[in-house]
């Protein structure tokens, strides 16, 4: 099997990127010759049972198949695909699933900064997977904003309680981005540079997505000062790998325990290409991304404080790869120093957890309205 050049393209930028995750993996993290294997022939595999539902329906009507369900009048690549995702897997527990909902939602606003500035903005310091964003559009005007909040509207769907039953929103709305994927892979593929890339949106990069929202997300989090009990860590890796299993990730790649997580993110990021002119782009568009819906100081004010938190999340050599400026980690102290008493202190308190999901909703809410939109 042909490897794509990207794989592996400079091992010592990888490995220096890939060093803080090394340090916290384990004796065992490096990669064996089967999880090579596997590496490099995941860069070659798509969502087939996603592509099949493609194939089925033409685009204007996926939508609407989609909204039908599974009761509808479907073809029989469309029924298998409902079949397979409301068949889960026998390792799914519902009180996991709720409790690491519950968890998610009760970190409030560092949840929002890390997703921004630690796991997306991380995840753009490699040039893996981003080529499709370009090739889609979503670099332009005011697509980055858009972006954000489709993702945070999506976030707190499946964070939301039961949002991942059969036809509830979270569920409804991961099943409809797993079909956008299968979507995008099926118009980009007949121009695509396979030999240098693999497959536009292929297993290896699916999985390694997944790890930023569940493993590195997590990571970070406790880099502002966050309490993350083992007990809420189990829970949130178990919803984050059914999650991934809803949007088509192999088994073989979800998490399930953040050890686990931190050894696969390792993997993928040891052999990730290093970042190109589409790495900054998208970097400098995230930092600059409220520019046009604020106004006066507090454009500033955000704009450096998106520099600041980036900075105390991901350090300056992340910095400089993604071309943008080094500033003191300011804002990362305040959150550290806002957590002892909130987290660790508010959080421990007899009915904290209910306290800390009633302030997360107050700052979700307050968040769109900065944005300019309702929650």
Known sequence: MTVPARFAADRAWA???????????????????????????????????AAAL???VEPRDLHRALAAGP??????????FYAAVTRRPAWVDDQLL???AQACRAFGMDAGLVLAYGSLLGGYRTAAALEPLVRTGRLAGGETLRRIQETS??????????GLEPGAEGFRLTLHVRAMHALVNARLEPSWDIAGRGLPINQYDQASTLG?????FLLHLRLLGVRVSRSDSRAVMHLWSYIGWLMGVDEQWLPHTER?????????????PPPDANSVALARALITMTDDVLTGWRRGYERERALSVSTWLLGRAAMRDLGLPYRPGWYGLARVAANLLVSHGLGRLPGGRARLLARSERQAHDQFARWGREL
């Open 98 to 100: 709720s409790q690491g």
């Open 260 to 272: 686990r997580g931190r050894r696969l993110l390792y993997h993928f990021l040891s052999h990730d």
């Open 212 to 216: 930023v929202f569940s493993t590195s």
């Open 54 to 56: 493609i194939r089925a």
């Open 153 to 162: 509207l999506w976030w707190r769907a499946v964070t939301a309680p039961g």
């Open 71 to 80: 009761s509808g009048d479907h073809p029989e690549p469309v029924r298998a």
């Open 15 to 49: 490995e220096r990127a890939a060093r803080p995750l090394r340090w916290v993996a384990g004796p065992d993290a490096r990669p064996s010759p089967a999880d090579l294997a596997a590496l490099r022939d995941g860069l070659m595999r798509r969502d087939e049972l």
